[in-house]
C-alpha cells in the first residue's frame, strides 16, 4: 500500500518545512517539486499541492533567453525569489545559487546565500563534488539550509563536455555515490540529481537518510523535479528524454500542475520512457 500524501490540491496544509520533508522520505511520500519565478505561477503551484519551489537559474534561460545559466547573477535570484516568496504561502522555498556566486570561498557563499534567504528561500542549492564540502558545511552549520546538486551540474557543462547522462560506468557510479554521502556527512539536508541512471538513483536515494530529488534520475528517487515551462510544453525546441508533457488533455494550467502533483506521488511519473 502507497503511502498517503500529506494535503491535496484542494486542501489546506500547513506550510512545508525540513523536518516536514523528513519525514516524507521516511514514510515514502513521494516529493514535488516544480520551478517558479514569479508570484503568480508561485500561488497556483502552491495551491494545486506543490511541495518545494525551486527558483533555478534555469530563469536565466527560460525567461531570458540565455543560451545557459552561466550568465545568471545574484541580483536577478535574489529579484525572483522575492517574487515567488510573495505569492507563496505553504510551499518550501529552494532558490539556486548562480554560477560564481558560491565557488570562491564559504564567506562568498555564505554572503550571497544570506542574500536569497532574507529574499524569502528556505534553503538554497548548490552544484558541486567534494570541493564543495566545506562550504555545505559553512552554510549548514550557520543555520543556511542546503540542498547538494550532482549528477549532471548545468554551471559545469563546459568541463563536462555537454548535457550527458553522468554515472553510467561503475567507477563514475562509485563516486557519485561517495560525493552524495560526503553532501550529507557536510550538512546537506537534501540532495537533488540530474540525468543520471535510474538504478543509481535508487542506490544512492536508499543509502542516504536525507531526501533525494531526481530529474532525469528515476521513479526511487524521493522527489522529482521539472522545469516548470518544460512541463507545461512552452518552452521551444527539443525537450530533454526526462520531460514529460503534463498540459496535454488538461483544461488549465493548475488541472496540469495537480497532474504532475498526482504523477509524481502515485510514482507513475517517471515511467520507464523518461528513464535511462
Known sequence: MSAQPTTTATGSRKAVSLPHLLDMKKRGEKIAMLT??????ASVLDASGVDVLLIGDSLGMVLGGMPSTLPVTTDMM????RCV???NKTAWVLADMPFGSYQESPEQAYRNAARLMAAGANMVKL???AWLADTVNYLTTRDIPVCAHLGLTPQSVSALGGYRVQGKDAKAAKLLKTNAKLMQDAG??????????????ADISKSLTVPTIGIGAGVDCDGQVL?????????????????????DNQPSIQAAVQAYVSAVKGKTFPGPEHTF
Open 127 to 129: 552544484e558541486g563534488t
Open 188 to 201: 546537506a539536508q537534501m540532495v537533488l540529481f540530474e540525468l543520471i541512471p535510474g538504478k543509481l538513483g
Open 78 to 81: 535574489e529579484y525572483h525569489t
Open 227 to 247: 522545469v516548470l515551462h518544460d512541463m507545461l510544453n512552452v518552452f521551444p525546441g527539443k525537450k530533454p528524454k526526462f520531460v514529460r508533457n503534463f498540459m
Open 36 to 41: 517558479c519565478y514569479d508570484a503568480c505561477f
Open 85 to 87: 516568496a510573495a505569492g
